[in-house]
């Protein structure tokens, strides 16, 4: 076909208004966004290996707690370009061709993944100046932290750690700080929302596309902000009716049918006995509620791909109008979608999830059901129940039932081991000074104010009077050994403290310093021994120590099970929400370190009480994410 030709046939295009376009388009966003779904996963899990031995160090994985023997290394640098390789492929993958097929589609031209992947890659050049670079790191940085525009996956999970965030809102010059610097990314986001678009669609450099930005911005403000409130109404209202159809009209499995039938019923398809009435009935209301969820949430996972893209068809529809004037009608799409094919494969795919479902509901009990119940160990001895680190809050944890309380030790100017989460004392004593430079007979004369507020003064407890309340208590004593003194003479000390007393079974020393758990493993491999981290690269299960203690955001499955394939346990810290800790019970983490004890009690009596379809749901939840 020539020119010529061409050019005829996309004159003959009918015009269609907006809505119809949308309709229209729907099966090309669909396929889009599928198949960029498996483009970005292949290469992740392709590289996933090598990068993790590359980072390796010694042939130990690279954590928060053994960093500093990666960041003098040569693979540093290595590992930083691939980093940002990926970062740029995630953002050429999911923003940039996603604004080219947007503006393919609103221009009538045809449109595929093939076309929109070679302009995106094309655009990369134009950003390898300052202003690009800044543009690229707002988005992979400052748009998971102020939530104003366009994301990718790869940060879907990113988050200042909940410890670092309870520091920052405890002292209001740093609360100040972090909340004036999430207005400042809001305003620069606002103000630069069509950036992209500049450069991808007009060709612009960074800069200018920036300005451009902000002159669209200022002009137009109150509409772009009434245009967004009305695409999100739009996107709430879709998302909420599938919410409905599934919870309210199917979700009757999970409350009437489920109520009838027992709860936390095993049963063993393959023992060869006969099953009963009952048995047979909970099997069907397995399986049943297996497609519901299953489906439910393929469906949701889909509406919310197509919902993202008709939220950037909204954005590339405004910057069309803020810069070219109003577009009342629009062409209809080139008859080149294969719908058919795209009907054909997702008929076939509703035929596999359909047979998954059979199968997750018949092995409800070995897919499903937990095997053992998540165990629970208090923060700084008894969480809220008491003040922190304190004797009285070891006893609340024993009296509950803790698999453990954590603590934290120092050493004196004079050799002696007592109890205070901070570097100094300056926070429950007033007194700046470091336990590393005060005596034991100094400490002792200080007075700790309550942290529950009840205006209690309290000693400064020691480690010996932590040991001789956990001996024979059936609560695991977590000692972290933290600031300055958390070195070699502390491991051997606390080890012969922990055998004069006969507790080998009842102490676990852990740490954010890797090298000092490293060390206590090796000399007293009978202790139980555990790292803590909030990030890593490489096979963190090579680390030297019993427990992996992991910031409750990386607590992925994948990384639990690859845990558990190592035979070590697999521990959340700190998880002080509602949400989080209902999440972690449906997880197959071992234990979780909480401030919320009665919360963790509650949550799990919930979880104990829930309907199979419930337990189900739960599990299931994140399978599309």
Same mark, same amino acid.
């Given at each position: 076909m020539g020119k010529k030709e061409k050019s005829t046939k996309q004159v003959e295009q009918k015009k269609i208004s907006y809505g119809r376009l949308i309709y229209e388009a729907l099966p090309e966003m669909w396929g889009f966004q599928i198949i960029v779904s498996i483009l970005v996963a292949i290469p992740m899990w392709l590289f996933k290996g090598p990068v993790g031995a590359l980072a390796t160090v010694d042939g130990v994985a690279v954590t928060t707690a053994n960093m500093k023997g990666l960041l003098l290394s040569w693979r540093f640098p290595v590992l930083l370009v691939i980093g940002i390789a990926v970062v740029i492929y995630f953002i050429v993958m999911e923003l940039f061709a996603q604004i080219c097929l947007c503006d393919d589609i609103l221009q009538g031209k045809g449109a595929g993944v093939r076309r929109e992947l070679k302009r995106g890659f094309k655009s990369v050049k134009k950003f390898l100046t300052p202003m690009g670079i800044g543009v690229l790191a707002y988005i992979f940085i400052a748009v998971p932290l102020c939530g104003l525009g366009f994301s990718?996956?790869?940060?879907?999970?990113?988050?200042?750690?909940?410890?670092?965030?309870?520091?920052?809102?405890?002292?209001?010059?740093?609360?100040?700080?972090?909340?004036?610097?999430?207005?400042?990314?809001?305003?620069?986001?606002?103000?630069?929302?069509?950036?992209?678009?500049?450069?991808?669609?007009?060709?612009?450099?960074?800069?200018?596309?920036?300005?451009?930005?902000?002159?669209?911005?200022?002009?137009?403000?109150?509409?772009?902000?009434?245009?967004?409130?009305?695409?999100?109404?739009?996107?709430?209202?879709?998302?909420?009716?599938?919410?409905?159809?599934?919870?309210?009209?199917?979700?009757?499995?999970?409350?009437?049918?489920?109520?009838?039938?027992?709860?936390?019923?095993?049963?063993?398809?393959f023992s060869g006995k006969d099953l009963t009435d009952t048995e047979i009935e909970i099997l069907a209301y397995r399986v049943a509620s297996a497609i519901t969820i299953i489906l439910g949430k393929y469906i949701n996972a889909i509406v919310v791909l197509l919902t993202g893209t008709y939220v950037m068809l909204s954005f590339t529809k405004f910057y069309f109008e803020f810069t070219r004037g109003e577009f009342k009608e629009y062409l209809e799409r080139p008859k080149k979608s294969r719908y058919t094919g795209k009907v054909v494969a997702s008929t076939l795919l509703f035929v596999v999830l359909i047979a998954l479902s059979f199968l997750v509901g018949l092995l409800y009990d070995r897919m499903i059901a937990r095997q053992e119940p998540v165990k629970c160990i208090a923060h700084r001895t008894g969480g809220t129940m008491a003040s922190e680190n304190s004797v009285e809050g070891l006893e609340l944890a024993i009296q509950h039932g803790c698999y453990g309380s954590e603590t934290d030790i120092h050493r004196t100017l004079d050799g002696y081991y007592i109890i205070n989460h901070d570097n100094d004392f300056k926070r429950l004593t007033g007194v700046a000074k470091a336990p590393?430079?005060?005596?034991?007979?100094?400490?002792?004369?200080?007075?700790?104010?309550?942290?529950?507020?009840?205006?209690?003064?309290?000693?400064?407890?020691?480690?010996?009077?932590?040991?001789?309340?956990?001996?024979?208590?059936?609560?695991?004593?977590?000692?972290?050994?933290?600031?300055?003194? +958390?070195?070699?003479?502390?491991?051997?000390?606390?080890?012969? #403290?922990? %055998?004069?007393? =006969?507790?080998?079974? $009842?102490?676990? !020393?852990?740490?954010?310093?890797?090298?000092?758990?490293?060390?206590?493993?090796?000399?007293?491999?009978e202790l139980m021994t555990g790292t803590l981290f909030f990030a890593g690269l490489g096979d963190i299960t090579n680390l030297n120590c019993d427990l992996l203690i992991?910031?409750?955001?990386?607590?992925?499955?994948?990384?639990?099970?690859?845990?558990?394939?190592?035979?070590?346990? +697999?521990?959340?810290?700190?998880?002080?929400?509602?949400?989080? #800790?209902? %999440?972690?019970? =449906?997880?197959?983490? $071992?234990?979780? !370190?909480?401030?919320?004890?009665?919360?963790?009690?509650?949550?799990?009596?919930?979880?104990?009480?829930?309907?199979?379809?419930?337990?189900?749901?739960?599990?299931?939840?994140?399978?599309?994410?």
């Open positions: 990718i996956s790869l940060t879907k999970e990113f988050h200042i750690p909940n410890f670092i965030m309870d520091v920052v809102l405890a002292k209001p010059l740093y609360a100040i700080g972090y909340f004036a610097g999430i207005i400042a990314l809001l305003w620069f986001g606002f103000h630069g929302i069509f950036t992209l678009h500049a450069v991808l669609i007009d060709g612009m450099t960074p800069s200018e596309g920036r300005r451009r930005s902000v002159e669209i911005v200022k002009k137009n403000r109150w509409t772009l902000i009434w245009g967004m409130i009305k695409v999100f109404i739009i996107v709430f209202l879709i998302q909420l009716g599938i919410n409905i159809l599934f919870n309210i009209f199917l979700g009757g499995l999970g409350s009437d049918m489920g109520e009838t039938l027992p709860k936390n019923y095993t049963i063993d398809i590393k430079d005060m005596t034991l007979d100094e400490i002792e004369k200080l007075e700790i104010n309550d942290t529950t507020g009840n205006g209690q003064k309290l000693k400064v407890p020691t480690l010996e009077e932590l040991l001789d309340v956990t001996k024979d208590s059936g609560t695991r004593l977590f000692i972290e050994f933290k600031g300055a003194t +958390a070195d070699e003479k502390e491991a051997d000390d606390v080890a012969r #403290m922990i %055998k004069e007393r =006969d507790m080998v079974d $009842d102490v676990a !020393i852990i740490s954010l310093d890797y090298n000092i758990i490293d060390y206590t493993e090796t000399h007293y491999p992991m910031e409750e955001e990386i607590a992925t499955d994948a990384t639990i099970n690859l845990i558990h394939a190592a035979n070590k346990m +697999a521990v959340v810290w700190t998880v002080n929400t509602r949400n989080n #800790m209902s %999440k972690f019970q =449906d997880s197959d983490v $071992d234990a979780i !370190i909480t401030d919320e004890i009665e919360m963790f009690e509650e949550v799990e009596a919930e979880h104990n009480d829930r309907t199979d379809f419930e337990a189900m749901e739960a599990r299931l939840g994140n399978m599309f994410d």
